[in-house]
């Protein structure tokens, strides 16, 4: 009897003891689950995350880079008919060409970034265009230098070579649409991988109980921690860390609807840095890099708190002053350009920089966040041209700007 009894005691502990190991086994395969479906979906949402932040990024500032090249060549072609010394053709020729060999560069890069097959077929048209529009615009500006007939040339550019230029404009701005939408579609699926990763980790978690549930937490903080820190990467400009052209979009909306509601106005000041490009060329990249995380830090030492302060890309950057008079303006301006006295130090390098303020008034010039940027560069391109510092926009400036390529806020 005992030693049935003792055989049944002996049973039932191995059967406990199986059971535990067993139970143990099965915590451990959930928790192995878990953690491999957690951190796959991670690492997805992590590369989906970078590519948004490093190729998107890039290629938005190529395409960018497009536009401007594109708008400097219309805007030679028509300085050059009216430009009556050689030396100023000369100069203007130089920049024309300038230009067209930045949006050929620009143009290049974008051609061996990966690519959707989509973008490939832009660019192709893109290529095509621009064979057919090339010999054109060449043309014109052979006749703006050796032919003294402004009727027919400025007929020539209206009817042929500005047509020309701008369906190439209109493939770049087709190219700037689908990577907008591919960055949404981008945060949308990087979304879809965290809603997954949680229902994952939430059955999961329950099924391991305890155990089961810190990992879930782990995972869902991580993702959660990565998914914000790659999300404000989006939005912000990695050299200085000022808002970038898609937060200041998402800015300038939102001042407009405040601004009509209350019945305010604000302003947009554009900047661009006189003598950047040869202290970068000369000096290299890294000390360029320098001066720009530089005036940066001076131009947040003269925004006030409820400013926005973005970088468009390359030296341009933009302030977006909100709740001010156009009285109040000029103050301001003299107070940016004053930023600029100081010289910039790089080691025992002394930079002396100065810049080019252009500004436009909502609602009084425009009630829309493209037509406020374009018209505060257009004003900043005449106070360039004039040396003058600070323009502020107006109606008159269309003697200066004709030609000129929307700018894609």
């Not at 878990?34 to 990024?57: H, P």
């Not at 940016?336 to 130090?345: G, H, N, S, Y």
Request: net charge neutral.
């Amino acid at each position: 009897m005992e030693m049935r009894v003792d055989a049944a005691r002996n049973s039932l502990h191995v059967g406990i003891k199986t059971r535990i190991v067993v139970g143990f086994l099965c915590m451990l395969a959930l928790m192995a689950i878990l953690a491999a479906i957690g951190l796959r979906y991670v690492a997805d949402a992590n590369q989906r995350l970078k590519n948004l932040s490093e190729n998107n990024t890039v290629k938005a500032q190529l395409a960018s880079e497009m536009h401007r090249a594109l708008r400097e060549r219309a805007l030679s072609m028509h300085a050059l008919p009216i430009l009556g010394d050689p030396f100023d053709k000369d100069e203007e020729i130089l920049r024309f060409n300038a230009n067209g060999s930045a949006y050929l560069k620009a143009r290049q890069q974008l051609e061996h970034m990966p690519l959707t097959p989509e973008e490939s077929a832009i660019l192709e048209r893109i290529r095509v265009l621009t064979r057919e529009a090339q010999p054109e615009v060449q043309a014109v500006v052979d006749m703006a230098v050796f032919v003294d007939r402004r009727d027919e040339i400025f007929d020539r550019i209206r009817h042929v070579a500005l047509p020309k230029q701008r369906a190439i404009s209109e493939q770049v701005s087709v190219l700037v649409q689908l990577q907008n939408r591919q960055t949404v579609t981008a945060v949308r699926n990087a979304e879809i991988a965290y809603a997954n990763v949680r229902n994952w980790m939430v059955g999961l978690g329950a099924t391991a109980l305890l155990i089961g549930a810190f990992i879930t937490w782990f995972v869902c903080q991580r993702v959660t921690c990565q998914t914000q820190q790659l999300a404000a990467q989006a939005m912000f400009d990695p050299l200085t860390g000022l808002a970038n052209r898609t937060l200041l979009q998402n800015q300038l909306e939102s001042a407009i609807t405040e601004s009509a509601r209350e019945q305010r106005s604000f302003a947009v000041m554009l900047l661009d840095l006189d003598r950047f490009k040869p202290i970068n060329d000369t000096l290299g990249h890294e000390v360029g890099d320098m001066v720009l995380r530089e005036v940066a830090t001076r131009l947040r030492e003269v925004a006030r708190s409820e400013d926005t302060v973005a970088r468009l890309g390359g030296d341009e950057y933009v302030l977006l002053l909100r709740n001010i008079k156009e009285h109040d303006l000029p103050a301001v301006a003299a107070k940016v350009l004053e930023a600029f006295d100081k010289p910039f130090r790089c080691g025992n390098r002394s930079i002396d920089l100065g810049a080019s303020l252009g500004a436009s008034i909502y609602p009084s010039h425009a009630a829309e966040p493209s037509e406020l940027v374009r018209f505060a560069d257009s004003a900043m391109y005449a106070a360039k041209r004039s040396g003058v510092g600070y323009v502020l926009y107006s109606p008159t400036l269309s003697i200066f700007i004709k030609g000129r390529e929307e700018r894609v806020a």
